[in-house]
């Protein structure tokens, strides 16, 4: 299987984490999933993803103290594998794990996905658990045997990581896939991988695509947390379908315009099938997982300029929020085909300007022979932008490049000469034209703010 075909374009999607922690719900994913299929499908959001501890008993239970319960109690199967807790995924039980919950969630034309630590649970190492063998039935290995004990976690006190090439420690990961592709899965989360802590970890993230060319279905594979490192580009591009560029992103301004930094970073690393993943979107109501539930910290201008990098940048789109509880005003700025047409549509995204209170990039449309500037206010006060000489040439640039990547697609490129603003919908441009053919003479930008210009000429 071409592991780049599995991701065509960033995954669209929600994921459990940001609202729930470890606690989520099999009522809780459907209820999410339903309100997906019914106001954000249409818009291309198709996945929905069980973060972290779904197979742990008593989870929240002590989270004044712990986030994950120290050497706590888990759901594994015969072979040493974690399955759902059926006390919060009752359809689990009998060993039919997630295959009735991703049943549900593909009944309502969705994916889904799920969370998973690198490695194996400790608990079974120390109890020397079965492993499945590589014919079916048991190996003469217990897990013991494949866990390494000085790998582990700093955060997360569940899993050994593996000795990569120890007898049975390919098998184990081909074992752990080939039981969620029955289960139906679409996506899988690695975590404690991307940023390559444990000496095994790159080794392990080649087992783990393996695992997938194995299990004879298209599972995309994301690698958590980061920040990934920029020189490991080439093997994250090979290996996995994302991987995050950041640690933990969370609803502060702070967090947000260090993004800046981290999307030039890998700007030249944003490919088909291989996406550079800036974390989720941390809109809505989040927290409660947490013991803050709240709506986001971020003012409705640092909401719009998040969604307007995310946007341009190409990265996957993940909700962390609690989706029954969205606002009119957060579905407005997850539900705008315009904008999230850069998404599916965009290329070669860019960054043209930097200086300490702006920030301007540009992003080609092969279909139809446009191109986008992306204008942002990292400052603290409201001013004005005038695109530069420089990057007007740049504009000129990508424009004949998407003209020709248009044609040479056998599509008829847009012809009417225009700026359009794709949150207003608004044409502006220079004064005094009619219809428009320049750039506006100044862009009036918000404090932390965004504008986002679809570009066509004749």
Excluded at 41 to 65: L, S
Excluded at 302 to 314: A, N, P, S
Excluded at 404 to 412: K, M, P, V
Aim: hydrophobic letters at 40%; aromatic letters at 10%.
């Amino acid at each position: 299987m071409d592991k780049n075909a599995f991701a065509l374009t960033p995954p669209m999607g929600w994921n459990s984490y940001d609202y729930y922690d470890t606690a989520v719900t099999e009522e809780r994913v459907k209820a999410n999933a339903d309100f997906m299929a019914k106001r954000l499908k249409p818009f291309g959001w198709e996945y929905v993803v069980v973060d972290i501890a779904w197979y742990a008993y008593g989870v929240g239970t002590q989270r004044d103290r712990f986030q994950y319960l120290p050497f706590g109690d888990i759901e594994l199967d015969e072979y040493s594998r974690a399955v759902p807790c059926p006390d919060r995924f009752p359809s689990s039980k009998g060993g039919k794990g997630f295959k009735p919950l991703a049943d549900y969630v593909h009944g309502l034309g969705l994916k889904f996905g799920i969370h998973i630590m690198r490695g194996i649970p400790r608990i079974a190492a120390h109890s020397r658990g079965a492993l499945l063998g590589p014919g079916g039935g048991k190996s003469a290995l217990t897990a013991d045997e494949i866990a390494d004990p000085a790998s582990i976690c700093a955060w997360n006190p569940d899993m050994y990581g593996l000795f990569p090439d120890a007898p049975g420690a390919r098998e184990y990961y081909e074992s752990l896939f080939a039981l969620y592709a029955g289960w139906g899965v679409d996506f899988v989360k690695c975590d404690d991988i991307c940023r390559m802590d444990a000496p095994s970890s790159k080794k392990e993230i080649e087992l783990l695509q393996e695992a997938v060319q194995k299990c004879g279905r298209p599972i995309v594979l994301s690698l958590s947390p980061g920040p990934a490192r920029i020189e490991e580009a080439w093997h994250y591009a090979k290996y996995s379908n994302m991987w995050r560029i950041t640690d933990d992103m969370w609803d502060n301004w702070p967090h947000l315009r260090n993004m800046f930094d981290r999307c030039e970073l890998w700007q030249r690393h944003v490919g088909e099938g291989s996406w550079p993943d800036c974390d989720m979107l941390p809109l809505g109501t989040v927290g409660k997982g947490f013991g803050a539930e709240r709506k986001t910290l971020l003012s409705a201008a640092e909401q719009k300029t998040l969604m307007t990098l995310w946007c341009v940048f190409r990265s996957p789109l993940m909700l962390g929020a609690e989706l029954t509880l969205l606002d009119g005003e957060t579905l407005s700025l997850l539900t705008n085909p315009a904008v999230l047409r850069l998404v599916t549509h965009g290329r070669n995204p860019r960054q043209v300007e930097r200086a300490a209170d702006r920030a301007v990039w540009l992003s080609e449309d092969a279909e139809d022979g446009s191109a986008y500037l992306a204008a942002f206010n990292l400052g603290e006060e409201a001013g004005t932008y005038a695109p530069s000489g420089y990057a007007l040439e740049a504009l000129d640039a990508a424009l004949d490049r998407a003209r020709e990547a248009s044609r040479a697609l056998g599509h008829a490129a847009a012809h009417a000469a225009s700026w359009t603003d794709l949150w207003t919908g608004e044409t502006v441009g220079g004064k005094g034209k009619s219809p428009p053919a320049g750039p506006p003479a100044d862009v009036e930008l918000e404090a932390h703010g965004a504008r986002l210009f679809k570009i066509t000429r004749a």
